[in-house]
């Protein structure tokens, strides 16, 4: 019997260093980990001591012979991808420890943001003895994407939040939430108090789809629409109705699956989830029977990750159905996929696809997979009433619906005086150094990590190797002096942040709303029952 990786993985490659046969793959600083899908075990070598499925923060290995049936894929998959790559031995991976340079006795280090990327970060900080680390975020609540991100149904994902979470509390970090920087605090004020600041702020904006009619009451970016149904306090939607038969999703990534996923099923699949309120009253009172997911290229290009579309092949009472005349995939696709290491990949993939088009629909509901089709214009007055779509060839479609979910990306947010390259919607940087765009010199003791730093890719493990490779920048720079000494410290600047936000929260504010939300959750019989509006979240915060 051997373990086996599945569906959840979040790549953070905790399970690679626990692992005494070193027989998971790909290993962070291999060739092929910042594109792997997720992490595989050998079978043939695996010795069934389980090391992995303890260190996993998402509990995404099982036993292979404890596989729940909508798993059951996963064994194939594990063994398959060490049929094309066998493993060769291999030492643990070796684990370097920072420590402050000689005569340095504290480092004081601001953190901004507190979502897996700033958690990550700090979590590498605070083992280094002497290093202190000032928390400061935007929202009320700490976790960013994994709270408001990640799909309701995906509690084993949502649970590394319990992992990543034990930094918060450790003696030398402070929380200060409901504080933004730029807006109540100057990065030049941040930087008086601390040696460095770290920028790990995501990527909050929804990139625009530029297409006539976007603006129509129907069409909504994928940002707003999960942010809505995660209960984001910014979300703009708060009383938004799903109407009609059919939605259509602009997007191949795994976000556009999650929206067609929740949009496919029926309530109840969420009924016992953190869904927002006014989301499950939504989908409860739908009447979606389709959700077209549609993507402008060919399968090939498609972001998804093959778990994420085979979850789609077990959804109870919804067809998985594919357009079979968009589904081909070109010679020259296949050997560009095999030659960056994608072929394996793509072939499961294509079978799933293949398998869909040749389906006939049974079931009350479906999701139909669309390839090759450019979106041109929205139909309609003040509502959507359908969408243009253009092919290759030049001939056109039009698919009737009255909502339009557009899941084409995410771009980040420039903060008052950080250089930022709008491009990319990046903070420019080398190796988590923040450079100065006209210069191209690093901006001294600024750094970031994250989507600030790569762009809206990778999952939320890849953030772990992400932050590690700032933290090593930064720790660099402090042992050849380019870090300057702050006129005043963590306390001074607590001091500060209070001054101009007098409600800010610390970290027992957050546990208040923890509590509360987890409480009226347990009530209903859900994981939780989120506060919703900024109000409530802050009087959460201050109720004693």
Request: charged share 25%; aromatic share 6%; with cysteine.
């Amino acid at each position: 019997m051997t373990f086996v990786i599945t569906q959840s993985c979040c790549e953070d490659a905790a399970c690679v260093t626990v692992c005494p046969v070193q027989c998971i793959r790909p290993r962070p600083g291999d060739p092929d980990f910042e594109s792997t899908e997720q992490l595989y075990i050998d079978p043939s070598s695996c010795i069934d001591c389980g090391a992995c499925a303890t260190a996993c923060p998402v509990d995404a290995i099982y036993p292979g012979d404890a596989l729940p049936p909508s798993l059951s894929t996963f064994s194939a998959v594990n063994a398959e991808y060490f049929e094309a790559r066998p493993l060769t031995p291999a030492e643990p991976p070796v684990i370097s420890r920072n420590r402050l340079t000689l005569g340095q006795s504290t480092l004081m280090v601001a953190v901004i943001g507190s979502g897996p990327a700033a958690l990550y970060a700090a979590t590498e900080l605070t083992e280094i003895p002497g290093v202190e680390v000032t928390i400061i975020e935007r929202l009320p609540t700490p976790f960013g994407l994994i709270r408001s991100g990640v799909a309701p149904d995906h509690d084993n994902t949502k649970r590394i939040a319990d992992r990543l979470g034990r930094v918060l509390v450790r003696p030398n970090v402070r929380c200060l939430f409901d504080v933004e920087v730029g807006r109540d605090i100057s990065i030049a004020e941040v930087l008086q108090h601390h040696h460095a600041v770290i920028v790990a702020t995501g990527a909050a904006s929804a990139r625009r789809p530029g297409v006539p009619g976007e603006a129509l009451a129907g069409s909504v970016s994928a940002k707003e629409f999960v942010s809505w149904y995660n209960g984001h306090p910014d979300s703009a939607l708060p009383d938004f109705s799903i109407k009609g038969p059919r939605a259509v999703v602009i997007g191949n990534g795994n976000v556009a699956l999650d929206v067609a996923r929740l949009l496919a099923q029926r309530a109840t699949a969420y009924a016992s989830t953190s869904v927002s309120d006014s989301a499950l009253r939504s989908l409860t009172a739908g009447s979606i029977e389709e959700v077209a997911v549609v993507g402008r290229r060919s399968q090939a290009f498609a972001a998804y990750s093959t778990a994420e579309l085979t979850a789609l092949t077990h959804l109870p009472d919804v067809d998985l159905v594919a357009e079979a005349s968009e589904i081909a995939v070109t010679d020259d696709d296949w050997a560009a996929a095999s030659q960056s290491g994608r072929g394996w990949a793509l072939a499961r993939r294509y079978d799933i696809v293949a398998e869909a088009a040749a389906r006939t629909c049974t079931r009350p509901r479906r999701i139909i997979l669309r390839y090759g089709l450019t979106p041109v214009a929205l139909l309609g007055q003040h509502e959507v009433t359908g969408i243009e779509l253009t092919r290759h060839d030049g001939t056109k479609e039009v698919i009737e619906t009255s909502l339009v979910i557009w899941a084409v990306g995410f771009t980040g947010q420039p903060i008052d005086g950080l250089p930022f390259d709008g491009d990319r919607g990046v903070l420019p940087n080398r190796e988590g150094r923040v450079i100065d765009l006209r210069g191209g010199r690093p901006v001294p003791g600024v750094y970031c990590t994250g989507w600030a730093k790569r762009g809206a890719s990778g999952v939320i493990g890849t953030n772990r190797v992400d932050a590690a490779e700032t933290v090593a920048s930064l720790m660099e720079d402090l042992k050849n002096g380019r870090l300057a000494d702050p006129r005043g410290g963590p306390e001074s600047f607590a001091d500060l942040a209070r001054l101009r936000r007098p409600r800010l929260l610390e970290v027992d504010g957050w546990r208040r709303i923890d509590d509360a939300e987890v409480d009226a959750g347990r009530d209903q019989g859900r994981t939780r029952v989120k506060f919703v509006t900024w109000s409530g979240l802050r009087d959460a915060g201050h109720n004693d």
